[in-house]
């Protein structure tokens, strides 16, 4: 089946440490982005990829690194430096060329204890 | 700056009537506006779009309005039914970046 995985669903860490969330797609899509959502809040780019070993800062993406090595994965690294990391982070794949139907995965709420 | 938002946080519709989401917009240069349907602990769904040329597109059961005047978009349930209670944002394509608004809570009353 094709499609958009995140892993894990649920994170903890410490303060202090970093951590790394996954993202797969097997959608053959060229673009892919991490958005944030806070509680009853709306989606918020944090970073995006329109190909392989390229990405882009979005609206909030100090205290985040990507990396895109492969088509297939855009992993995010939520560092130390993120001053209030807990939320629910969601990845996307879309083609590119216009038409911005993005695919979601479902999601990995990080929380920081 | 660049924006999408919506008018209403949360919108109560009795089971079986219409529903509307509004949303305003700001950026003149978007390519396609988007619906998407998002519940609860999941990732959104893509309901509908619409190319910023056109004024009107119709899906199932749902229809979005575009009115590049006031910059407003609207999407439009019919017949609502109790699996339509979600958040539904809209969104906007452009720059080759999605980026969403805050989102409007439907409530189905049985």
């Known amino acids: 089946d094709g499609g958009i995985t995140q892993s894990p669903k649920y994170l903890f860490r410490k303060e202090g440490q970093n951590v790394t969330l996954s993202c797969e797609q097997n959608?053959?899509?060229?673009?892919m982005y991490w958005y944030r959502q806070d509680p009853g809040q709306g989606l918020r780019l944090i970073y995006y990829?329109?190909?392989?070993?390229?990405?882009q800062k979005g609206d909030i993406a100090e205290g985040y690194s990507v990396s895109r090595e492969k088509k297939e994965s855009f992993p995010l690294t939520v560092t130390s430096a993120q001053k209030n990391p807990t939320a629910f982070y969601l990845c996307?794949?879309?083609?590119?060329?216009?038409?911005?139907?993005?695919?979601f995965g479902q999601g990995t709420r990080l929380t920081v204890v | 700056g660049e924006s999408v938002g919506l008018h209403l946080p949360t919108l109560s519709v009795q089971e079986g009537d219409n529903s509307i989401i509004n949303c305003a917009y700001s950026?003149?240069?978007?390519?396609?506006f988007i619906w998407y349907k998002q519940e609860s602990g999941k990732g959104p769904q893509f309901i509908i779009d619409?190319?910023?040329?056109?004024d009107k597109r119709q899906g199932q059961r749902v229809t979005v309005l575009l009115n590049k005047t006031v910059k407003h978009l609207s999407l439009q349930i019919a017949a609502t039914q109790p699996g339509d209670s979600a958040v539904y944002f809209c969104?906007?394509?452009?720059?080759?970046?999605?980026?969403f608004g805050t989102g409007t809570k439907l409530q189905v009353i049985p």
């Open positions: 969104a906007e394509w452009s720059y080759q970046k999605v980026t």
């Open positions: 619409i190319r910023s040329n056109m």
């Open positions: 959608l053959n899509h060229d673009a």
């Open positions: 950026n003149s240069a978007s390519d396609y």
């Open positions: 996307a794949s879309s083609t590119t060329g216009g038409r911005g139907e993005a695919f």
């Open positions: 990829s329109q190909i392989v070993n390229d990405f």
